[in-house]
């Protein structure tokens, strides 16, 4: 299947500081990609979705301006987490699809999740 | 707005096979069902998807009731790597392509 690489892994950032989390497609372009949030023994929560060459749709209860998302190119999306919090400490998931699949048959293909603890 | 219900958890033993139920009683015409799962700390990965007929891949076997209201994976013979969270999603066609993953099923296969 199709590769989504995400970069880092993982962060240990202090409290206040930003960090950015970077989602490649490998193999494939994508003009939608997608990231989410898991807390520990949660699901996934779906927090936004990044369009390419336009502004990120946020879900209800997302807020824009704490979780910048840049979405530049076809085979790049970055999710910054301004002004880290503590409670911002989670495993963030991107996904994409290949746009050239079809609309409603295209599987999402999921990075390695990128894991950010907040000091 | 996950639109399944799956039971929290279920144990499977080793080489036997592994039936992970799904309801999704308010699926519409043209929706999707789709199964990732999630090994801890991974990513999800894509299992298989269907709309009405059952389908078969290398890596499971997707069941879908004639009513579409319901559908069932089954992983043929499960091995202790199958131990992980296993989500049904059903994916409207409309509304961008996102998928809303529920609270899922934690499989553990029993050696």
């Known amino acids: 299947g199709a590769v989504v690489s995400q970069h880092p892994s993982w962060v240990i950032c202090k409290s206040g500081t930003s960090v950015k989390i970077e989602c490649r497609s490998l193999d494939f372009q994508a003009t939608t990609m997608f990231w989410y949030r898991q807390f520990p023994k949660q699901s996934l929560m779906l927090m936004a979705t990044?369009?390419?060459?336009?502004?990120?749709?946020?879900e209800q209860g997302v807020e824009k301006d704490k979780f910048l998302i840049n979405h530049a190119s076809l085979t790049l999306s970055t999710l910054t987490v301004t002004s880290a919090h503590p409670e911002d400490s989670s495993f963030y998931i991107c996904?994409?699809?290949?746009?050239?699949?079809?609309?409603?048959?295209?599987?999402?293909?999921f990075g390695e999740g990128s894991r950010l603890t907040v000091l | 707005d996950a639109k399944t219900t799956q039971p929290t958890s279920m144990d499977c033993a080793e080489g036997r096979a592994a039936n992970l139920p799904c309801n999704h009683s308010?699926?519409?015409?043209?929706?999707?069902v789709y199964w990732y799962r999630q090994i801890h700390s991974q990513g999800p990965q894509y299992i298989i998807h269907?709309?009405?007929n059952n389908e078969t891949n290398e890596m499971a076997s997707l069941i879908i009731t004639e009513d579409r209201k319901s559908s069932t994976l089954i992983l043929p013979h499960a091995t202790l790597r199958d131990t992980a969270v296993y989500y049904c999603?059903?994916?409207?066609?409309?509304?961008?392509?996102?998928?809303?993953f529920g609270t899922g099923t934690s499989l553990t296969v029993i050696p």
């Open positions: 990044s369009n390419e060459g336009s502004k990120a749709t946020y």
């Open positions: 308010t699926i519409s015409g043209n929706e999707y």
């Open positions: 999603i059903v994916r409207p066609s409309n509304t961008g392509n996102q998928f809303y």
């Open positions: 269907g709309l009405k």
């Open positions: 996904s994409a699809r290949d746009y050239l699949a079809g609309v409603n048959t295209g599987e999402l293909f």
